[in-house]
């Protein structure tokens, strides 16, 4: 019989007050207000603590606390991944984020969902992995729900990167006299 944790990573409905799995949430809660804590000038007190949150890729990781996540184990990020202030990722499921990747302030990253089923909604949740591409832009307070995956970021052309605004692309509303 499967744990509430493999549960709920596999995105089968499953009880979050599983004393494991609560465990599990304290700790990465912990490591967040450490985190929290930090001053800028302690760079390398921020990386130990970001190594220990994440599951994968806290080495390179840029961030701007105050962050936030679940359980912070369950989040995979490729190279230098950058989050601004103020961000959410509850990762009750695993989150994917590609190399090279930029969230604005105030993003937040919402695996979970939660049954129809009133007399089920009390007690079991569920959730959707989220799946983030190299290259790509979140812009501030953006959401992103669960099920998302949005891949390679490129622009207009087919080539990676973000896309370029100029003047010729502009059109501008004809004017009539009157």
Same mark, same amino acid.
């Given at each position: 019989?499967?744990?509430?944790?493999?549960?709920?990573?596999?995105?089968?409905?499953?009880?979050?007050?599983?004393?494991?799995?609560?465990?599990?949430?304290?700790?990465?809660?912990?490591?967040?207000?450490?985190?929290?804590?930090?001053?800028?000038?302690?760079?390398?007190?921020?990386?130990?603590?970001?190594?220990?949150?994440?599951?994968?890729?806290?080495?390179?990781?840029?961030?701007?606390?105050?962050?936030?996540?679940?359980?912070?184990?369950?989040?995979?990020?490729?190279?230098?991944?950058?989050?601004?202030?103020?961000?959410? +990722?509850?990762?009750?499921?695993? @989150?994917?984020? !590609?190399?090279?990747?930029?969230?604005?302030? /105030? &993003? =937040?990253?919402?695996?979970?969902?939660?049954?129809?089923?009133?007399?089920?909604?009390?007690?079991?949740?569920?959730?959707?992995? +989220?799946?983030?591409?190299?290259? @790509?832009?979140? !812009?501030?307070?953006?959401?992103?729900?669960? /099920? &998302? =995956?949005?891949?390679?970021?490129?622009?207009?052309?087919?080539?990676?990167?973000?896309?370029?605004?100029?003047?010729?692309?502009?059109?501008?509303?004809?004017?009539?006299?009157?």
């Amino acid at each position: 019989m499967k744990s509430e944790r493999e549960k709920m990573l596999a995105g089968e409905l499953y009880d979050s007050m599983d004393a494991e799995v609560v465990a599990l949430r304290t700790c990465a809660r912990g490591l967040c207000a450490a985190l929290i804590a930090t001053g800028d000038g302690q760079a390398e007190e921020r990386r130990r603590i970001l190594r220990e949150l994440f599951g994968a890729g806290g080495e390179s990781l840029g961030m701007q606390p105050p962050f936030y996540c679940d359980y912070g184990a369950n989040i995979e990020l490729g190279e230098r991944v950058f989050f601004n202030f103020n961000c959410v +990722v509850l990762d009750v499921c695993p @989150v994917r984020i !590609g190399s090279f990747t930029l969230f604005g302030p /105030g &993003v =937040q990253i919402l695996p979970p969902l939660h049954p129809f089923e009133a007399h089920l909604r009390g007690k079991l949740e569920c959730g959707k992995p +989220v799946e983030i591409g190299a290259d @790509v832009w979140v !812009g501030g307070a953006a959401i992103i729900l669960a /099920g &998302v =995956q949005r891949r390679r970021c490129r622009d207009r052309r087919g080539k990676r990167g973000h896309a370029r605004r100029t003047g010729r692309h502009v059109r501008r509303p004809a004017t009539r006299a009157e």
